[in-house]
């Protein structure tokens, strides 16, 4: 009888863990880029003929060397931690830095099967000139068919996670820039937002982002803001 009892209370505790999986908000984490590049082309949205290389490769530190697939998969990684300790489901794009990059409309499709309530894209800014600076987020430009059953609340992301982002990294503040010419953005079904935490290019910024501590803060701003659009208490994200 207390073997029975006790089976029953497994049976029971486990529905109400798998009840609680359900429930648990699910967010895709998609790291920039892969070690190579990968110069086939895809359409930038459903139907189009326009066509854009899956993925130039990234940029990297001009101080350090460091390359951006490995400092966004570093990022992203801890993130994941924040995020599922505070009771988020993640889903990752990628989680080595290991071959040729799957492109962007493979990236997407992971966050429409996931039916993600965040498509969160972490990557890190170059520029031609090494004085350009800043953490700045983008964010899909309104286009009917495409883009409109999302650009609402991927502003509304974009809004939480660059002021949280901003916070904590304390880099000058570019606001947030809508493109039409995403790939990424057009295939997503859902809301999707795509952060450059900083430029390489910069000096500051490259030595900054190298450190641990830096990287620590990008992910909790990263965490905060996430769960202020989910409606949940930024103070879950706890190192
Ligand atoms: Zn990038």
């Known amino acids: 009888m207390r073997a029975r009892r006790s089976a029953l209370v497994v049976a ?12 648990a908000p699910v967010v895709v984490v998609d790291p920039g880029h892969d070690r190579l590049a990968n110069l086939r082309t895809e359409p930038i949205g459903p139907g ?16 350090t060397g460091i390359r951006e697939p490995d400092l966004t998969l570093a990022v992203s990684l801890r993130l994941r931690e924040l995020l599922r300790r505070a009771g988020v489901r993640v889903v990752m794009t990628r989680t080595r ?29 170059g520029a031609a000139s090494s004085d350009a600076r800043g953490t700045h987020t983008l964010t899909p430009a309104l286009r009917r068919g495409w883009t409109d059953d999302v650009y609402d609340r991927s502003q509304r992301a ?32 859902v809301p999707v937002i795509l952060v450059e935490l900083g430029f390489m290019t910069n000096p500051t910024e490259d030595r900054a982002l190298a ?25 879950r994200c706890v190192r």
């Open 12 to 23: 029971a505790s486990l529905v109400l863990a798998s009840a609680a999986r359900a429930a």
């Open 97 to 125: 830095t290991a071959g040729e990059s799957m492109g962007n409309i493979a990236r997407a499709r992971i966050a429409n099967r996931a039916r993600a309530s965040l498509f969160l894209r972490v990557h890190a800014d």
């Open 211 to 235: 450190q641990p501590a830096v990287r620590e803060r990008a992910a909790l701003g990263l965490c905060r803001g996430t769960l202020r659009f989910l409606g949940l208490s930024p103070a």
């Open 158 to 189: 974009a809004r939480l996670v660059q002021a949280e982002l901003v916070r904590e990294l304390g880099f000058p503040d570019r606001g947030i820039q809508e493109r039409s010419d995403y790939t990424g953005f057009n295939w997503a079904d």
């Open 48 to 63: 189009s003929a326009t066509m854009k290389i899956f993925d130039g490769g990234g940029t990297h530190g001009v101080v």
